[in-house]
């Protein structure tokens, strides 16, 4: 008899592991399950936050944009003004600075005996001394006609 028990233990004993891995299998398959759940969720979760977001980067976006090309115009017309303002500019070099000096009748006089241009000190609009230029002593004159 004690062969018997022996074998029906030890087939008893099989069925056991069977019945342990079939269990051990079914919980497995019940946490991954759940665990597909919960990541389906965070990515589905995931996914609209990534949607929101893109949302809200194409509304930050359009105005940038808008104002990109606004800028580019202004730009443009900026150019266009600074051209017109300078294309009655006279620029003079070398001309050394004297104390208590009038530029005006400095430019009139290089202008109308100079240059042989007629010149008169209504014809200038604006003068003045733009500094002293880098490693020279002389400084232009700028003047507006």
């Known amino acids: ?9 030890s087939q008893s004993g099989i069925m ?10 079914k919980v ?7 665990l597909e759940k919960k990541i389906d969720k965070n990515f589905s ?7 929101n977001l893109s949302e809200k980067i194409k509304e930050i976006m359009e105005p940038i944009k808008t104002n990109e090309k606004d800028m580019y115009i202004l730009n443009n017309k900026l150019d266009d003004l600074e ?8 620029r003079f070099d070398g001309l050394k600075e004297g104390y208590n ?3 005006v009748s400095i430019a009139t ?18 003068i003045y001394r733009l500094g002293k230029k880098i490693k020279i002593n002389l400084e232009p004159l700028l003047l507006i006609l």
Request: aromatic fraction near 2%; charged fraction near 25%.
């Open 101 to 103: 000096e009038n530029l």
């Open 45 to 51: 979760k995931m996914n609209q936050n990534v949607d």
């Open 28 to 34: 497995c398959q019940k946490i991954m399950s759940r």
């Open 1 to 9: 008899m004690s062969q018997k028990n022996t074998r029906n233990n």
């Open 83 to 90: 051209t017109y303002q300078r294309s009655k500019m006279l």
């Open 16 to 25: 056991d592991e069977n019945a342990i891995e079939q269990l051990v299998s």
């Open 109 to 126: 006089d290089l202008i109308s005996n100079t240059m042989k241009i007629k010149c008169s000190n209504l014809d200038i609009s604006n």
